[in-house]
């Protein structure tokens, strides 16, 4: 069956990185765009950033631009999200998610029907 495992989250000063990651497994990884969500304490999941299955194209929601850097290794089965200057606000759990194949675009959650279980980003003044 479809799984989604993301790993990387923690703890991290504001200013310092993380990098997420998420494996695919049980079904076809390169023929599928993907794309990173996030949710806060009390809000909705919201998107961060997004990349097709070729990785030649990378999508990002304003506030992560020039900070966040979307990424796949199709042979790893895995996609990346490497966060740099990390704010207290990007403080959530960070999920990922496999595109369906009929989507048209990549930044609201329906546009996708496997998520992972999510991992912990906290951000510290």
């Known amino acids: 069956q479809v799984q989604l495992v993301e790993s990387g989250g923690g703890l991290a000063q504001a200013g310092n990185s993380l990098r997420l990651s998420c494996a695919g497994s049980g079904y076809t990884f390169s023929i599928y765009a993907m794309g990173w969500f996030r949710q806060a304490p009390g809000k909705e999941r919201e998107f961060v950033a997004a990349?097709?299955?070729?990785?030649?194209?990378?999508y990002y929601a304003d506030f992560v631009k020039g900070r966040f850097t979307v990424s796949r290794d199709n042979a790893k089965n895995t996609v990346y999200l490497q966060m740099n200057s990390l704010k207290p606000e990007d403080t959530a759990v960070y999920y990922c998610?496999?595109?369906?194949?009929?989507?048209?675009?990549?930044?609201?959650?329906?546009?996708?029907?496997?998520w992972g279980q999510g991992t912990q980003v906290t951000v510290s003044s």
């Open positions: 990349i097709t299955r070729d990785g030649g194209r990378m």
């Open positions: 998610a496999r595109a369906r194949r009929s989507s048209g675009g990549l930044k609201t959650p329906f546009e996708y029907d496997y």
